[in-house]
């Protein structure tokens, strides 16, 4: 393990939390070098939906491979590509009814944020894109302007520019729709919002801590969009590919965002892969304007075409994620309500749900304590106070029930060891500034 600590930059993160040498890994397991055996409820932080090295992708990656199909073509028609955006086309988009392109990006989420908001902004000739409180987009200049998190937004070294923060659904209270908030600084030319390019938006803020919106909102917020002719782009990136119980995590509000990206799972293996669906209109790039030399991964193209045919044929998988995630949040409201003594809650939607444990040292304790059981689970949020559920969508029932009683066995480790549970400090009761409760003024 010297190696890393040696020669890997301090920049490493997930490693940290979870410092074991891994050797390979199956399904929704891992193995260490000692071949001791991890539940995966982080999945490359939602990249392996479909598990790891799936071996009917294995297989006809390995067939390509092997009959030595293309592997680099920047962006040159190959058949992988052609025959995953047949796929697409009439597996996920046609039975949709959604007409859209598709542009491949440089093999990252970013860069799949970086093509949007460039061509909102061409488009519309504004500068400015609304973005969301807690809200993710990536770690590069524009799409980390976009992001809230004051960590990672530190780390910029320059002024992050070019947006407007949001309320996110729920952020002022349960009372205050915050699309009208929008549309009222939209609609007035002295609210000092100018009028944007575009709105970013994920309908589950993963890293934000699984804050989702209501597809009602999700609804308004399209309309807001359209009224004021501002380009409407719903980040897909963590949410999308099944995750939430269906292929797109907005399906069930009925709209259809002018743009979306997708990355993560999308390429069913783990393998890097973006990809922008734009309205067709949208599509005013000129040729090489957004350009980058592994724009569409061929590898990828073979395993994500072998992923929705298996999974994307019919409603069938997409109706087992909706099963196991009422499952997840049915157990997970049992464990709050029997250990987090009124103040630890569950949210989220499909499979992708989180505890949140009030405050990130016990958050922290409790997947240092789930890890310590054969498990690798990850938080999230403000605080890292959120334990985010993340395991693979094909888990079999007999290993999501055996992961739910790892987290049951450490929330009840960690809280029968402190002398109180926190109350969950609300803004509209306190205000919770790094740590420290101080008055709400307004009160
Ligand atoms: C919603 C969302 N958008 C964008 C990104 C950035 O993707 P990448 O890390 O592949 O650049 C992430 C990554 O976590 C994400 O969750």
Partial sequence: MKIFEELESEVRSYARNFPRLFKRAKGEFMYD???????DFLAGAGALNYGHNHPVMREKLLEYIQSDGITHSLDLYTDAKREFMETFREKILRPRNYDYTLMFTGPTGTNAVEASLKIARKITGRSHVISFTNGWHGQTLGSLSMTANSHHRDGAGIALTG????PYDGYLGDAVDTTEYLDKVLSDSSSGVDLPAGVIVETIQGEGGVNYCSMEWLQRLSRVCK???VVFIIDDIQAG????G??????EAGIQPDIVTLSKSLSGYGLPFAMVM??????QWKPG????????NNHAFVTAKAAIDLYWSDDTFAASVRKKGEYIAKRLDAIVEKYGDGSFTVKGRGMFQGINCVNGEI?????RAAYKKGMIIETSGADDHIIKLLCPLIISEESLAKGIDIIEESVKEVCLRLDEIPEDSDYFDDVVIHGEKKENVSK
Avoid: Q, V
């Fill in 363 to 367: 958050a922290s304790k409790i997947t």
């Fill in 33 to 39: 070098e000692d071949d001791n055996e991890y539940l």
């Fill in 163 to 166: 947006m407007h923060r949001a």
């Fill in 278 to 283: 734009l309205k067709p209109e949208l599509d």
């Fill in 246 to 251: 269906r292929f797109f995590s907005f399906e």
């Fill in 289 to 296: 304007e957004h350009n980058g030399t592994f724009r569409g």
């Fill in 227 to 229: 009224k004021h002719g």
């Fill in 241 to 244: 590919c099944g995750r939430s």
